[in-house]
């Protein structure tokens, strides 16, 4: 980051400047967009994996939101959407995407002691797989455990369309893969590597929700929705793979929690990650609402079907963690768009 890039995050993130944005901002909910809460001491060296927030962190953090704003059910967010009156100034709501255990191990206790209520976005072909995780975090892994020369070289043979892609670009490419193609390939690169084993360690990053702790999450009076059967990324699935997605995800929550399944959130949900007839097909699907990973809060004329969220980094830092929730990082960034 450039000195007069931090100077002025500096100064935007100073108490004063915190306060005045969380009371310009407040008129307006916001869905905070969280995945993993783990203890700090289940990973080697205390080394944080991507996506991950530790159980103090987040703890204070809820301690934060419990005091200082309306945590919103699904059902009052909907009705908020739908124009059904008005909310509380300083209202939100609690997001986590994909499903994995820890949210039920190590974030439910924290939101129950807060008396918050939160939405479980869940890929649901994972949950209850103790064999699999999900694609992108068994690439992940692969790619701490083989040189990335031997990496790029077998991967190359395998799917032509990543011939000599650096490091990042693999994540890119396998993202405009269909779930198929992609469990084709990392079932070859984990039998090739011998990386299919999960230790200890791994189960707690990395390891999915079985379907009776769903249901304890419906029954504490969480919201379930679906986020895909496979975690799909829409725009690299035909139509008839993305019916698929959304409809056999919604079915097999509604069939093992017993609750409607009225909401959606898309896998990786940036702009680029979904149509136009993705977002009908939402609709047509049976859900009510869909959110995204496009940074912004909820305003009555928000697309229902592409509401925006807060994506929360990994980083326990308060004034960070304020600074997302008060609209400062947003103008930031559209002051110094990202190089
Ligand atoms: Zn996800």
Redesign the pocket.
Known sequence: MGKRKQIALSLLSGSGALRLGEMLSSRHPLVLTY?RVIPRDRCADGRRPPNTLFTDEFDEQMAFVSKRFNVLSGEELLGYVDGNGDLPRYSLAITF??GYENNYSHALPVLQRYGLHAMF?L?TNLIGNRERS?W?DRLDKLLSSVPISEFTECMCRLEPSLSASPHPRVRAIFKSLSNARQMEILDRLENNFGCSGKSEEDAAIYGMMSWDQVRALASAGMTVGS?TAN?QILTAASPVEVRSELQTSRRRIEEETGHACRCF?Y???GRQDFRPSDERAVQDAGYQCAFTQISGSIHRHSPRFALPRIPIPDAGDMRIFRSHLSGIQHAFRTVFPEN
Request: glycine content about 8%.
């Open positions: 995945h995407d994909d976005f890929t999900l992108f986020h975690h959130a896998p990786n949900g």
